[in-house]
């Protein structure tokens, strides 16, 4: 009994201790896919890799490809094999690439590491938070996953300062920089590997495996002193429930609710990612080069647009619980489309001119400033709001293929495009689609906030028949209470 209270007593260190070791799955997946954008001015030298825009966009976008295949398979083996043990091998896959790439002689076996990297990326971006919201309390679940998408842009953060740190020592004199830049992703790999054995498996797991008194166990180590039997039957309770529903499957599709619903949720993911944020988020170095910075230049002024996104992102992540999600999507595509379209009109006007590279950084800050604050985390938070439940699998499983797939199309495409056509007509192309996403929103998506996922179904079951429980005024008015 006695070691049962030190341990009640010190549940919230337990909770922090597990939530700063899994999120380092969140730092790997924003260090991988933002230090390419340090390293790939050195990579594609001649005498190094000699990349083409083509290969660049492979090299870039080859990890995208591996995120939506483990995205699509990792939830479905972390239900198989269990949420600890398959982040102990997402570890692994994380050091393997990264020393892969590192050591890579050519573009081809450069792109199979990155691919490799990819599956991690997109099993860390299932499993961290479906892990962390199953170890979380009620009360402290929301803050709790939240970290893990500020741990993922403090990745880029840390990616973009020490890529600038090691271009402007070691960039003039050695060669093969880029390798330094991409074997440190292997040492957060490391800590996630032996951080993850000291961590106990998500008691719902255990719970759904049968191993109660586990589950227990594990229980009264994160939960205060009485509440572990109690949570222990909830989810008891839960898993009964579940195993009643009968869940979504293809042929649904053919339910004009139903069909709605997930092509809405498969819009959603669209056009958070046609604003073109990864092509800054990726390609930011190479973009300030050709703004007219040199690459020196380009890597330090990289840093502003991550501490931006890592400012932006907990401030948005506080706006959540004060704003409807409609006002703050329309807010941030009206913002970044706004920047799109004035960098296409400053790379026109003002070619050649020394403030040209300024005036490039100030809009890709404050473009980031909307997207990181307002625009990406209400996207995943409506994406689990808008799916009943029995559609959740379905929907999530279509929508989050569909976000990697048009975020993998955005990479490989931006610097054909910014070869191709130039700095600016890419950008006027990018704020068009900019303007396609307000639309959208403004048209199709409803309000979520404050609405249960009962209403919101109805809403959905009776669009086509103009006699909703929740009519589609009351739905987009929601953000007004």
Not at 65 to 78: K, Q, S, T, V, Y
Not at 288 to 303: E, H, K, P, Y
Not at 392 to 410: D, I, K
Not at 458 to 468: D, M
Request: charged letters at 15%; a positive charge.
């Amino acid at each position: 009994m006695t070691s049962n209270i030190v341990e009640n007593s010190n549940y919230k260190k337990v909770l922090k201790k597990i939530a700063i070791i899994s999120t380092f799955g969140g730092l790997l997946f924003g260090y991988d896919t933002g230090v390419i954008n340090g390293a790939l001015p050195y990579m594609a030298r001649p005498s190094q890799l000699n990349l083409t825009p083509v290969t660049e966009g492979l090299v870039t976008s080859s990890i995208l490809i591996g995120a939506a295949f483990g995205a699509m398979f990792g939830g479905r083996l972390a239900d198989r094999f269990g949420r600890r043990k398959m982040i102990l091998n997402l570890a692994i896959l994380f050091f393997l690439g990264a020393i892969g790439c590192t050591l890579s002689p050519n573009f081809e076996i450069m792109v199979a590491c990155r691919f490799l990297l990819g599956l991690a990326v997109g099993g860390a971006s299932v499993m961290v938070p479906t892990f962390l919201a199953e170890m979380a309390p009620a009360d402290r679940r929301g803050r709790i996953v939240t970290q893990n998408e500020l741990m993922i842009v403090s990745g880029q953060l840390i990616a973009y300062v020490l890529s600038a740190v090691i271009g402007n020592t070691l960039g003039d004199g050695v060669a093969n920089v880029w390798r330094y830049m991409l074997v440190i992703a292997s040492i957060p790999a490391i800590v996630l590997w032996f951080g993850m054995l000291t961590v106990p498996e998500s008691p719902r797991w255990l719970a759904t495996k049968g191993k109660l008194g586990s589950a227990l166990r594990v229980l009264q180590e994160i939960r205060r002193l009485g509440y572990a039997e109690t949570e222990l039957q909830e989810i008891q309770k839960n898993i009964e429930q579940e195993s009643k529903i009968q869940h979504a499957t293809f042929k649904d599709l053919n339910t004009p609710w139903i069909r709605r619903i997930v092509f809405i949720g498969i819009g959603i993911s669209i056009v958070q990612q046609i604003t073109g944020v990864n092509s800054i988020m990726y390609y930011g170095t190479q973009l300030l080069q050709r703004a007219g910075f040199s690459t020196n230049a380009s890597l330090i002024g990289n840093v502003a647009n991550g501490i931006i996104s890592v400012i932006a992102t907990i401030v948005g992540i506080w706006l959540l619980g004060k704003v409807g999600r409609r006002p703050m999507l329309i807010t941030g595509f009206i913002g970044t489309t706004a920047c799109l379209a004035l960098i296409g009109v400053f790379s026109a006007t003002l070619d050649g001119s020394a403030i040209l590279p300024y005036a490039v950084l100030a809009m890709t800050v404050l473009f980031l400033a909307f997207q990181q604050g307002a625009i990406s985390p209400v996207t995943w938070l409506m994406l689990s709001e808008i799916f009943p439940l029995r559609l959740r699998g379905l929907g999530m499983g279509f929508a989050a293929s569909c976000l990697w797939l048009t975020n993998f199309l955005v990479s490989f495409v931006f610097p054909i495009l910014l070869d191709a056509i130039g700095l600016s007509a890419t950008f006027f192309i990018f704020a068009v689609l900019g303007i396609a996403a307000i639309v959208f929103v403004k048209i199709w998506l409803p309000e979520t906030k404050g609405k249960s996922l009962e209403q919101l179904e109805s809403f959905f079951r009776s669009y086509h028949k103009g006699e909703s429980d929740l009519t589609k005024s009351e739905v987009k008015s929601a953000s007004n209470e």
